[in-house]
């Protein structure tokens, strides 16, 4: 039988954390015949630490034949540890009042410290997903701060808006997400990304010939997806947690396991692809084939596409200025 492998996650007795773990130790994101050990981090307030606890005996007894080990942590430095892949999920919400500026320099605080625990201590292979927002820039700021660690590790969860789009879309043409390919989503995770269905078939046929609207994709699927995580608060009065926690394991899965030739979206340290600045975490479609992912290069931009991309990249450009100072 395979050796385990290492999985820390932060922020762990959050509401993606409960979604999350138990969906990790059963085997979904890293395949059945893979035991793996939780290396589970959660910030040392009293409260925090005790609900980790909780979650941890009911971990246990799931009684989950390929968890091979619990571990609780306060500190990064224990909690990533020759770790093999690292989900950063906790981060620092948006309180009453708060401002851009400060939610972004209390993440950065967070996430400086995390990548430099992560050069520190973790495997030199790790697989870093940032969930916790803003995620595309907190990933680069991890990044940022592990120099020793390759940058193309640090990646960012784009995959939820990747299946928003693809549900919206599978419904508008009557036929199963299951048969969609070639979906994207460039940019930022935020309303600002740009879900793009131009090269997207479903069984073979092109959807933007299906749908043949583009007023509907401007101002209804556009903002539908980008505005979905608003719509699902103000429906269920509780954030997006399980279909965020299924779109980090969708994300690590493909990116461990290899995406059969398939494009799935993942947000990535740019190398220049697409006129985007290197360094950049931006959302790209990628294929996936032995634990790395490779950007899908040579797209047509349409003059309306690049209007898109430049309005996310100039989002995440400007959070990256308001951290520049902080790194
Ligand atoms: P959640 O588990 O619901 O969310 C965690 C993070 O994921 C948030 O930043 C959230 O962003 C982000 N996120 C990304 N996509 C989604 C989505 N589709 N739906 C919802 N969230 C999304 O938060 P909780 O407050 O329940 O739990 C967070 C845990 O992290 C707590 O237990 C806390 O103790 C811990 N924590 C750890 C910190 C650290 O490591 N230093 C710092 C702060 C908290 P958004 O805020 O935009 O919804």
Redesign the pocket.
């Known amino acids: 039988s395979k050796k385990p492998v290492r999985v820390a996650v ?2 762990a ?5 409960y979604a999350l773990l138990f969906r990790i130790a059963s085997g979904e994101m890293l395949g059945k015949d893979q035991p793996v050990i939780l290396q589970l ?3 040392p ?1 009293e409260k ?1 630490q005790n609900a980790l606890k909780g979650v941890i005996m009911e971990l246990e007894d799931c009684a989950f034949p390929l968890l091979a080990g619990i571990e609780a942590h306060s500190d990064p430095l224990q909690a990533f540890k020759d770790t093999d892949y690292a989900l950063l ?6 309180g009453p009042g708060m401002e851009r500026a400060d939610l972004l320099a209390a993440n950065a605080q ?1 996430f400086t410290a995390q990548g430099k625990a992560l050069n520190a201590v973790a495997s030199r292979n790790v697989k870093v997903l940032v ?3 803003p ?1 595309n820039t907190n990933a680069y700021i991890a990044m940022k701060s592990a120099p020793d660690l390759p940058a193309k590790n640090f990646t960012a ?1 784009l995959r ?1 808006d990747h299946n928003r789009a693809a549900s919206q879309l599978a419904a508008k043409t009557g036929t199963k997400v299951g048969d969609i390919k070639k979906l994207t989503v460039w940019g930022n995770h935020s309303p600002t990304m740009y879900a793009d269905y131009r090269f997207a078939t479903t069984n073979g046929q092109s959807i933007k010939a299906l749908i043949n609207d583009q007023v509907w994709n401007a101002e209804t699927f556009l903002p539908t997806v980008g505005k979905r ?1 608003a719509a699902i608060i103000a429906a269920r009065g509780l ?3 399980a ?2 926690a299924n779109a980090a394991i969708d994300h690590m899965r493909d990116w461990a396991l290899g995406s059969n030739g398939e494009w799935v979206t993942m947000g990535v340290p740019s190398n220049g692809e697409y006129g985007i600045p290197a360094g950049i975490v931006f959302g790209f479609p990628v294929t996936t084939e032995n634990g790395e992912y490779k950007i899908v290069e040579g797209l047509e931009i349409d003059a309306f596409s690049q209007e898109c991309i430049n309005k996310t990249l100039a989002e995440l450009q400007g959070e990256q200025d308001g951290v520049k100072h902080l790194l």
Do not use: H, K
């Open positions: 932060t922020g007795a959050g509401q993606i954390g981090l959660e910030i307030d925090a999920v906790g981060a620092r919400p948006r967070i969930v916790g927002n995620a969860m939820l995580g954030s997006s947690a279909s965020a």
